[in-house]
């Protein structure tokens, strides 16, 4: 997501900025599909984490609590199928629940920095610490799809714009706040779960882009680590 060569026009000073070739895709209305009665290759691994009853075997109630996990997160064919997509979503969502209010325990987003938005692509966390300390989060987010990755390394914010919208994708980019190349943090309005991914921003709720808005500004650091599963 996001044209590097426009940042050299942003810090220009260009009156009109091109927007970045960056935003998650708005997710499009699931479409209607047949339950299917074939177990999948993850199925005890999903029923478990549905709370239904680990057998293997797919059932009808089955295949209807996986389906509406599928089309609450947007994963297509949303059949009731236990496919490895399915049970990717599932199992970063158990990784992330672990980290608990501890994100940084690993000490890889850096301490010495003051205030820093950090971003595990690994787990698709994002938090703001000052110091050692954690200050906001960490919150699901939704960063780049294979062949869009959300660029690594140690980045600042550098432009922000609360009413952005895309000239390339038309769409609205509310809370958005540049850090590299046209690479935003901002909200949309998908599951944060929502495969495959954006163009290379950091897409968040709205109530965490708001929160990340009021707390960061212009100038503030972003550190940027690890690797999205898929990519």
């Known amino acids: ?17 091109v927007a970045p070739l960056t935003l998650a895709l708005t997710a499009a209305p699931a479409q209607a599909a047949s339950c299917t009665a074939k177990a999948g290759p993850y199925q005890k691994k999903v029923e478990k984490f549905l709370g239904r009853k680990a057998d293997g075997k797919q059932s009808t109630a089955d295949c209807k609590a996986i389906r509406a996990f599928q089309t609450k997160h947007g994963i297509q064919p949303n059949a009731g199928y236990a496919g490895p997509i399915t049970w990717g979503v599932m199992d970063l969502m158990t990784k ?39 200050v906001y989060g960490p919150v699901p987010v939704r960063t780049g799809r294979n062949g869009y990755e959300t660029r690594t390394g140690l980045k600042k914010v550098y432009w922000r714009n609360i009413d952005h919208v895309s000239t ?3 769409v609205p980019m509310p809370y958005s706040q540049f850090f590299d190349g046209g690479q935003a943090f901002h ?45």
Request: hydrophobic share 35%.
């Open 187 to 231: 909200s949309v309005g998908v599951s944060m779960w929502n495969p495959p991914g954006s163009h290379g921003c950091v897409n968040m709720t709205r109530t965490a882009a708001k929160k990340y808005w009021s707390l960061l500004k212009k100038g503030d650091d972003v550190y940027v680590y690890g690797r999205k599963p898929g990519t």
């Open 1 to 17: 997501m996001g044209d590097i060569r426009r940042r050299g026009a942003v810090a220009l000073g260009v009156t009109a900025l």
């Open 96 to 134: 992330q629940k672990a980290v608990g209010k501890n994100p940084n325990k690993a000490g890889k987003c850096p301490t010495n920095k003051g205030r820093i938005a950090c971003v595990n692509l690994s787990l698709q966390l994002s938090w703001i610490q000052d110091g050692k300390k954690l």
């Open 168 to 170: 390339i994708y038309h």
